[in-house]
């Protein structure tokens, strides 16, 4: 089975940067889209970022112009630079990525156990 494993959160004022990292790790086919959602205290989980495997990218309106997505497809990690960061960005970040795990088997989509970040001053 493929784990994730998020790391880089942490708290940090507004206006700061942060960036998280995402290792996927197991046997595995291949990997596809890897993304980033987030879910903030007595709210859903929403979606943040994601990206393919051709590199094209997807963002939440909330992040465009201050989150950035990118992936390093050999070590198998995805990462998510944050910058301006603002108070209602605190949440616990969560890394998805969809699986091959044998040729043609088709994708299936697995998850982090998440990364807590704190804008606060």
């Known amino acids: 089975q493929v784990q994730l494993v998020e790391s880089g959160g942490g708290l940090v004022q507004p206006g700061g940067s942060l960036r998280l990292s995402c290792a996927a790790s197991g046997p595995m086919f291949s990997l596809n889209a890897m993304g980033w959602y987030r879910q903030a205290p007595g709210k859903q989980r929403e979606f943040v970022a994601t990206i393919i495997s051709d590199d094209s990218t997807t963002y939440a309106d909330s992040v465009k112009g201050r989150f950035t997505i990118s992936r390093d497809s050999a070590k198998n990690t995805v990462y998510l630079q944050m910058k301006s960061l603002k108070p209602e960005d605190t949440a616990v970040y969560y890394c998805?990525?969809?699986?091959?795990?044998?040729?043609?088997?088709?994708?299936?989509?697995?998850w982090g156990r998440g990364t807590l970040v704190t804008v606060s001053s």
């Open positions: 998805n990525a969809d699986v091959e795990y044998v040729p043609s088997a088709g994708y299936r989509k697995v």
